[in-house]
């Protein structure tokens, strides 16, 4: 009497030169027995490719299965294996679908094999599989010069880790050896982000506003001071920022004009807001600097949100006061939430990105705070941080690959 044939679970490995049409030329085989794909997954380097699928059919067929595809893969040139997985263990596979996933970022001007070792040493000690590595940015020439270069590989990983602080306090270290590390959960939010709020001076722009004012008002020694002193988190930013606007008393408001058309733009920035405008992100300026330069980086660069000081002016000289709330590190924090408000997405959707003490509030309570060249005490409370490349970066932080945007 025949018995009903047994549910086999098989894993194919293909490896070998990559040619046009061998995912179908294979799959067809199995479509013949009509074998079932439960996974498939393919990877591409330099023209070589790596194939996985995992199949369910029945014993009555698999033998013939196998047959005909490793006579297929003799005749691609291409090397075939066979793993049969036990039901329980497929099972298990199964069970931990929707476990804890993470995003781990590596970039830099360069990333070495030294640094991919320390990272993944780092997933291995914790307990975490690595799923999938990918290339975001795009292929190198031999000769680029590596100060213009940029270099980021994409970790997805799987799993609970043992001592995440221990793991985030390995990768800081690392972030002092000319390579960022951004460790993100792998989420519903992370992909869906909407809205992104930037510092301005010393984030969008390479100086503080108010060190250019001063020195044109002949008080530039005292207000950097002052500004170092506040940037550090020493002393209250609005105790700070009162006594530097009062010393520049009388100053004339035409060097505003000439200051805003020499601002030292960070590295980055346009393609950023290239990029940014064209996947339909809100971008919006939350700084302690002043209005009048937040305005001229918005017509130059599409941003659609302002918030900053505004410099009271008399007779067309400073007064060395300002009108208006006084945006500082809890006023950034709060505009923030009511940008999400407005433009109706969970404050998770949100980026924040800065470089100073007054910008940890809101970098604190973005779904993703990135500490942008930061002084090394908002560098070491912030999540995430970029020191090595241009404000481009965070391109690459949201999952972004040089071969979709360029």
């Known amino acids: 009497m025949p018995t009903n044939p047994e549910i086999e679970i098989i894993q194919i490995n293909i490896s070998g030169p990559d040619k046009p049409g061998m995912t179908s030329s294979l799959t067809d085989i199995l479509a013949r027995y009509d074998a079932f794909i439960l996974d498939i997954g393919q990877a591409n380097i330099h023209q070589s490719l790596t194939l996985g699928i995992l199949v369910r059919t029945t014993s009555d067929k698999s033998g013939a299965i196998m047959k005909e595809l490793l006579f297929k893969a003799s005749e691609l040139g291409v090397m075939i294996r066979f793993t049969p997985i036990d039901e329980h263990h497929y099972e298990e596979w199964v069970g931990r679908q929707g476990k804890n996933r993470y995003i781990i970022t590596l970039l830099g001007r360069i990333v070495t094999a030294r640094h991919i070792a320390e990272v993944t040493r780092a997933v291995a000690e914790q307990g975490l599989n690595i799923d999938a590595i990918r290339r975001l940015t795009g292929r190198i020439p031999l000769r680029e010069d590596e100060r213009a270069s940029k270099s980021c590989i994409e970790l997805s990983v799987r799993g609970t880790p043992a001592d995440k602080s221990l793991m985030q306090e390995r990768f800081m270290a690392l972030s002092n050896d000319g390579l960022d590390i951004s460790l993100q959960k792998d989420d519903l939010y992370r992909r869906c982000r909407r809205l992104i709020c930037f510092d301005m001076d010393s984030t969008l722009i390479e100086t503080e506003v108010i060190d250019e004012l001063a020195d044109r008002a002949g008080v530039g020694a005292e207000v950097r001071a002052i500004t170092e002193q506040a940037m550090r988190g020493e002393i209250d930013f609005r105790e700070s920022f009162t006594r530097r606007v009062a010393l520049l008393r009388g100053l004339n408001v035409e060097v505003m004009e000439e200051i805003a058309q020499n601002l030292p733009i960070t590295e980055g920035l346009e393609r950023l807001m290239t990029i940014l405008k064209r996947v339909g992100y809100k971008t919006a300026?939350?700084?302690?600097?002043?209005?009048?330069?937040?305005?001229?980086?918005?017509?130059?660069?599409?941003?659609?949100?302002?918030?900053?000081?505004?410099?009271?002016?008399?007779?067309?000289?400073?007064?060395?006061?300002?009108?208006?709330?006084?945006?500082?590190?809890?006023?950034?924090?709060?505009?923030?939430?009511?940008?999400?408000?407005?433009?109706?997405?969970?404050?998770?959707?949100?980026?924040?990105v800065g470089d100073g003490a007054n910008d940890l509030p809101m970098l604190s309570i973005a779904g993703l705070g990135i500490a942008f060249h930061a002084k090394p005490k908002v560098k070491a409370t912030a999540s995430q941080s970029i020191s090595t490349i241009g404000l481009d970066g965070i391109l690459y932080f949201l999952g972004l690959k040089d071969s979709w945007i360029e």
Request: overall charge negative.
């Open 285 to 352: 300026i939350l700084s302690g600097g002043f209005t009048y330069f937040g305005n001229f980086l918005r017509r130059r660069y599409g941003f659609d949100y302002v918030y900053a000081n505004e410099l009271e002016i008399e007779d067309g000289r400073l007064t060395g006061r300002t009108t208006g709330e006084i945006v500082d590190g809890g006023r950034k924090a709060d505009l923030l939430r009511l940008l999400c408000q407005v433009e109706d997405i969970n404050i998770a959707q949100s980026i924040a």
